[in-house]
Structures are given as C-alpha cells and as structure tokens.
C-alpha cells in the first residue's frame, strides 16, 4: 500500500517559482495496479522524482505501509529507496553488464553473498520469462526483453512497490501487451503494489484497477476503472471510451437531436436502442460508438441521432430511468477540456 | 641498409634513447591517469547538475588550473617546470626529470578527456542506480566508470600517443630519448640515417600504441 498525501513540488527558476505538484494525493492498495495518465507538462515525471526521492518533494509525504518516506534522513534515503522498484521506459540497463549482471546489480550494492545473488538471478530471470538469457548483454536482446531484464532487476531487492515510468511507450504494440501481461502476473503473483505512469490509455484499460488524471500538477479526476468509465461527465471516461468525430446525417433524420448514451455494466447486456425505438416510435442512427471491456465489465458509448421531431428530454428520461448514462451532445466540446485531454485521447483512437 | 647497422651513433646511443623515450612516456602515462582520472571524475561530479554539484571548486578547479595549463604552449611549460622537476627529482636532466614536467602538461588535457567520457554516460543509468540504493561511490565505479571503460581506455590511449610526441620534444630540453638523439645527431650533425631510424621507431611506437589501445577498448565494449 502506498499513500501519497497532498505532494506539493516547487521549483525556482531564477526568481519565478514553477509549482510542478499541486497537492497531489493518491493511494494504491496492496495487489492492484494504479494508473496516472497525463500529458507531457502534467507533472508526471516530477511525481516519479518525488516518488523515488530523486528529487525531495517541497511538502507533502510518501508513505508505504504507513512508513513515511519523504521526511527520512539524507543517510536512510538509500534504504528507503530500496522499498521502491522501478521500470523506466528505456530500461536503462547496464551495458556493460549481462542480463544475469544487471538483476545483480542492486544486490551486489549491499553485499549480498555471491552464493545467494547467484540463485536470486536465477529466480527473477525465470519469473520474467528469461531463462537462457543470463549471459546476453543488453544490445543482444530485443526491446522487451531489455524491459523484462528492467522488471526483474526491479525486483531484484523484493520491493513493495513497483513505479513503472512509461515502461512500454518505448514497445511495439505486441510487445506492449506482453510487458503489461508480466507487470499483471507479477503483481497478483507477488502481492506488489504498482503505479505506472504514461500517456497511453490503452495501458490504463488493459491493466488498471484504478486511474487517476494528472493535469496541470493535480490530479483532476480519480477512481476505479469502472466508476470512471460509467460517468458521462467525466474526462477519464471519454478518453477510455473515445468517439471519432462524426456529423450529423444528411439524411431522413436531418435535423434531428444528437444525444450521447454510456451504458456500463448489466446496462450494456440491454437492449435499449431498440427499446426506445419501440417504445416512442421514432427511428433512430448510431453517428459513432466505442464499445469496450473494462475491469471485466463492458461499457459502450454512443452518439445516436434521433428522428427531427422526437421528443428528446422524453427520450433521456426514458433513458435516466433505465440507469443510463445520457445527455443531449454538445455541438462543439468547450475548449478547455478539448485541450487537457487531446493528448491523451488522441494518441489511443 | 649497411649505413644503419655500421652507423656508429645508432650502434651505441640508440637502444639507450629507446629505453629512455619508454621511460619518460610510461612513467608519465601513468602518472597522467593516477591523478587525472580522479580529477577528471571531480571535474564532471561537481559540475553544476552532478552528482554532487560544488559550483565555486568546480569553477575554479575547470577554469583556472585545467585551462590555464592546457593555454600554455608544451614548449614553454616544459622549461618553466624545470626548477620543479629539479627539487622533485633532484636532477633536471634525464627521462626521470622530463616525467615531470609530461605528467604535468598532459594531467589537465587528460582530465578533460575524462570528463568527456563520463559525461556521455547516459543519464537514465545514473538515475537507475540511484534509485535502486547505490552510494555516490558506488556511481561512480560501478555506473560511470565501468559504463565509460571502452571510452575511456581510448581516451588513455590518445594521451599516451601525445605522450610520445611530446618526449621528443623533452628530449631537446635535457630529457633524453629519441628526441634528443634525432636532434644532436640527425640534426646538428646532418645524419640523415638517424634522423630517418628515430623517425621510423616514433612512427612504429605509435602505431602499436594505438593498436593495442584499439583492441582493447573494443573488446571492452558490449553496446
């Protein structure tokens, strides 16, 4: 379990402060991994320095297991980082190392017995699927076994947490999933607590139990996958559930209101399109939808048009009182939110 | 060919001037890397944004000792370190006094190409190894100066090719060596055979130097 309470990090630039972190609070339970999206500038790489201590937070605190992090001594930093694994997007091996010298690495640090680093390696690189490998130096292998070789070098000093910075952005998207099935497996397998940090929304839907969204230094919105992806209102659930671009039709249904709908959970099984069809006898076109599998529940989103002299507060009535998630689409999204996530969703459709 | 083996300077003074030029450019070679290679690794540690940044010694230590040495001709710093060289060695004449003032001239070029080295170590790995609890020694020699090895013996081997160079030129202030004899003998005494053996032997040496440094830094290098 890692706490992270009202983390504040400002730098000074000449005479100019630059506030990084805003009070930035979040916890991660034992087993579960925790995703923070944001776009580059939303503090990310501030909070993975703070994490790590790299750099000393301005105020706030860390703490795993109720062990605080941020206050301890200059001397204990060393000792308190060791709690803390982590993944960088580049991997950022040794290269004068082998695979086997680089997960030593961190032992050899506090004199663990030759006998018992021995046997350790050999243990990690087995449980990231590198067996045969020990030998390799990092420019033999391939992109995602120099990450596996990161993971297991992470491990190495059996932390509680792992911090993955970006661990697969630097990965082609089979060898993405194939990372992020490992950092899954380790976590339930080793009971780790894990944050990982990106840009990627398809990182977030395919491992995360819970998300939060950094912006501007603060996290905006936060909570579990599929609290986030069943709220209409939020900006997490329209970039987990993005919908192209789509204009109205010119068609038989010129004219007519453009409503958007987010089914979650049993909602999704419904029939309700053809419900309402059926119900208020009007046609009705699907403009755009995204229908996805999050944290094992389904979720659509859709932008429907209705035929022009359907009764549409009727219709989102209807809808409400079904639990669904509806409103009357915006012409234009306002211009602030367009600009806090265009990063995030335009880099997943 | 006859007039190299009957020349009667090369018979008796060249294997003498041989020993002396490895004497002046090995005792200084190492005397090079055993005090610039620490210099050249406080010179990139305490630099603004190291790992132990110390802005004023950095200062001081870069732009005062390091480039004011490196400004001054070889020439005249040789001469100038004479009286150096006299009260450390208590000669000022021979390879022994001459390693003085090489190790001097070339300490600061040296530490510089350190510094060089060290720098292009890429900063994800610093940052890896501080994360996973290493002290700033530990940095040091398990991250900087073992991922900058292949680099760093190449820089070795440039100084020591320098050294070379820069013992013929001791050589004409009292040195000795392979400078000396191509000086008294192929110069001021118009021997064009010792003038062409020193030349071929100083071309030969520095082949095999850079040779052997080559094939060692790339036998170091695994990226």
Redesign the interface.
């Known amino acids: 379990m890692i706490t992270v309470t009202d983390l504040r990090k400002v730098y000074r630039q000449g005479k100019k402060e630059v506030v990084a972190l805003d009070g930035v609070t979040l916890s991660v339970p034992k087993g579960s991994i925790h995703g923070i999206i944001g776009h580059s500038g939303a503090g990310k790489s501030t909070l993975v320095r703070c994490l790590t201590l790299l750099d000393r937070p301005t105020a706030g605190s860390v703490s795993i297991d109720g062990t605080e992090l941020s206050s301890v001594r200059d001397s204990e930093i060393r000792a308190a980082r060791r709690r803390i694994g982590m993944v960088f997007q580049h991997a950022n091996l040794m290269d004068s190392r082998t695979a086997a010298g680089n997960v030593a690495h961190p032992l050899e640090l506090v004199k663990t017995p030759k006998d018992k680093i021995r046997s350790k390696v050999a243990e990690l690189l087995s449980l990231v699927g590198l067996e045969g490998f020990e030998n390799a130096y990092p420019s033999q292998l391939s992109g995602g076994q120099r990450q596996r070789v990161g993971i297991a070098r992470a491990l190495a000093a059996d932390p509680d947490v792992l911090l993955c910075d970006e661990p697969t952005s630097a990965l082609d998207p089979a060898t993405t999933d194939e990372i992020l099935d490992l950092i899954q497996d380790l976590t339930r397998r080793l009971q780790l607590t894990v944050l990982i940090i990106t840009h990627e929304m398809n990182v977030v839907k395919r491992v995360c139990d819970s998300v939060s969204l950094l912006a501007k230094g603060r996290i905006i919105e936060h909570g579990a996958l599929q609290d986030v992806a069943g709220n209409l209102e939020s900006k997490l659930a329209k970039a987990l559930l993005p919908l192209p671009a789509s204009e109205p039709l010119h068609g038989a249904l010129q004219g007519g209101p453009v409503l958007e709908i987010l089914f979650a959970g049993d909602n999704a099984k419904e029939p309700v399109l053809t419900g309402v069809a059926r119900h208020f006898d009007i046609d009705l076109n699907v403009l755009a939808g995204s229908v996805e599998t999050l944290g094992g529940q389904q979720f659509g989103h859709l932008r429907v048009q209705l035929a022009e002299n359907a009764d549409y507060d009727a219709v989102l009535a209807y809808l409400h009182q079904r639990g669904i998630g509806a409103k009357l689409a915006e012409t234009k999204t306002a211009p602030g939110d367009a600009a806090e996530l265009n990063d995030v969703t335009g880099r997943t459709s | 060919m006859n007039d190299i083996f009957s020349n009667p300077v090369l018979a008796k003074a060249l294997p003498e001037a041989i020993i002396e030029t490895l004497q002046m450019v090995g005792i200084s070679a190492f005397f090079t890397v055993l005090v610039g290679l620490p210099l050249g690794v406080f010179l990139h540690v305490t630099a603004p944004g190291g790992l132990r940044p110390m802005p004023v010694t950095n200062r001081i230590m870069s732009d005062v000792i390091v480039n004011i040495t490196r400004s001054i001709p070889f020439a005249i710093l040789m001469v100038a370190l004479i009286p150096l060289a006299r009260l450390l060695t208590g000669t000022s004449l021979g390879p022994i006094a001459a390693s003085v003032s090489l190790s001097i001239g070339t300490i600061p070029f040296f530490a510089r190409l350190v510094e060089t080295c060290l720098r292009d170590v ?1 900063h ?2 610093i ?9 700033k020694m ?1 940095v040091i020699n ?2 900087m100066l ?2 900058s ?1 292949p680099a760093l013996v190449a820089a070795t081997t440039t100084t020591v090719v320098t050294l070379v160079g820069y013992s013929a030129m001791a050589g004409l202030v009292g040195g000795g060596g392979l400078g000396k004899l191509a000086y008294n003998y192929g110069f001021q005494r118009f021997d064009v055979t010792v003038m062409i053996v020193t030349i071929v032997l100083i071309i030969v040496l520095v082949q095999v130097i850079q040779l052997v440094g080559e094939w060692i830094s790339r036998s ?1 290098d ?2």
């Open positions: 890429h994800g790995k940052d890896a190894a501080q994360v996973m609890g290493s002290t530990q398990k991250v073992r991922e090895l170091l695994h990226r």
